[in-house]
Each structure stands twice: as C-alpha cells, then as structure tokens.
C-alpha cells in the first residue's frame, strides 16, 4: 500500500481547520476521505469529504485513523521524508510508513479523544449573502485580519441594507475600528459576531486558492446569532462558523 505524503499533510490541514483542532479523525475509502471535526469551543464544524488521493486502496477497504495533535505527532514527523510516495502498513492499532531509509510508526488514539462532528450538516433554509472570494474582498479581508487580532473577534453588520465586516470591539465604546464594505443586502440591521481566530485559521488555510470558495451568511430566525459559511466548488469542503453573543 501507497501512501503520498504531501497530500495527507493537505488533508489534515484542511481537517483541522489549519491545525486549530487538536485531533482528527479520517475515514478513508478507496475514492473519498470524510471527515467531520468540531472546535472545542463548538463554534465551527468542518464538514469534509475529499477525493482519496492519499492512500492507494483496494476497493472494499475501509480505514479510520484516530490522531491527537496530528500538527506534532504527525506532521513533524513526515515532513523529514524526502520522497512523495512511501510504503504504508495499517494495523488495528498503528500505522507504519516506511520510505527509503527511514521507518515511522504512528499509533492511533482512542476516538473518545477526538473532537469529531457526529451531527448532521446544519440545515439553513436561507442566505441574505452569497458570493464568491474575489481577489477584491480577499484583499479587505487581510486588511481586516491586521486589526481583528487585537480584538479577537470579527463582526459582520448590516446597517441600512449595507453589509459590513468590521474589526473592532463593539463592547467598548472607546475601541478603535476598521470597517469595509462587502455590498448591498436586503436584511434588516443585524450585527453578528465570530471568533477571530476560526476566521483566521480558515483565511490563511485558502491562500492563493480563495476563488475557489464561496462565502454565505446566514441569521437565525430569532434574529439572535448566525452562521458563516464557506464551502469550495465542488462541496467537498465545507466550514461552518457560529456567531457568539458578547
């Protein structure tokens, strides 16, 4: 068996949401690779099911492979194979990946400790913002993440039928603000709040593949959170992010 390393370092990337959870959980089939993983703090999912271009597998194989900090026990160690195809050997408890003059063993943690999504996908019945990562609101986004940091949080707002994704704290009157405009919207004023550090982690993960994603917001009925969703072309990545209530 066949397993190509600089892939499997994408897909735990992609899965642990840039490493900001601290486990993971991969499914594999001979075509697909699910995995659905939720922060600790529950206020982002990632729902994930990728084309298996990480082991070379028979048709009626299944595997599981249970990590805790993937982004130590694991990455660190096969960033030292120089070559892009290895030798894998699974077992029940373990797995062995053997390159040309090095032999790595990686043992499987309990899926008791892996923050894994047991749910289903959530159910949103509508959007009132839907549109492309352009090279345009990439650019207000890392203007914005410059300024976010400080606050650790991230605001989207809509005043007077404007949307607009601000970095500040809005607890504090006194706080500085960046503010930029993401277009017209037809939604009455909300302002909805989201953890800084998921909207980075999930920003610095599509780098110089943003187009490929689609941004959504969505405001409950109760008008008293919401969701920020992304998802790529072809759904097999998708990132929900739950607003909090300061």
Request: some cysteine.
């Amino acid at each position: 068996m066949k397993l190509n390393v600089e892939n499997l370092k994408d897909v735990m990337k992609k899965s642990t949401l840039n490493y900001l959870i601290q486990s993971i959980q991969l499914k594999f089939t001979e075509k697909k690779i699910v995995s659905n993983m939720i922060t600790g703090s529950m206020d982002a999912v990632i729902m994930h099911e990728m084309e298996n271009n990480v082991i070379q597998m028979k048709p009626k194989d299944e595997f599981i492979f249970n990590f805790s900090e993937p982004n130590i026990n694991i990455k660190s160690y096969i960033d030292l194979i120089d070559e892009e195809l290895v030798d894998l050997i699974i077992n029940d408890t373990k797995i062995q990946v053997i390159s040309k003059d090095q032999k790595m063993i990686f043992h499987f943690c309990s899926p008791d400790f892996v923050a894994s999504y047991k749910g289903n996908a959530p159910e949103i019945d509508e959007f009132f913002y839907d549109d492309v990562i352009t090279d345009e609101l990439m650019k207000k986004f890392d203007k914005i993440k410059k300024i976010a940091g400080k606050f650790g949080k991230v605001y989207f707002s809509i005043i007077d039928n404007e949307l607009f994704i601000e970095a500040t704290d809005k607890t504090n009157s006194f706080a500085n603000s960046l503010k930029c405009s993401l277009g017209k919207v037809k939604h009455k004023d909300v302002t909805l709040c989201f953890d800084f550090k998921n909207v980075n982690a999930f920003l610095s993960l599509i780098n110089k593949r943003h187009t490929d994603f689609k941004i959504k917001l969505h405001v409950t009925k109760n008008e008293e959170g919401g969701i920020l969703y992304f998802e790529n072309a072809d759904s097999s990545e998708k990132y929900y992010f739950v607003s909090y209530n300061e």
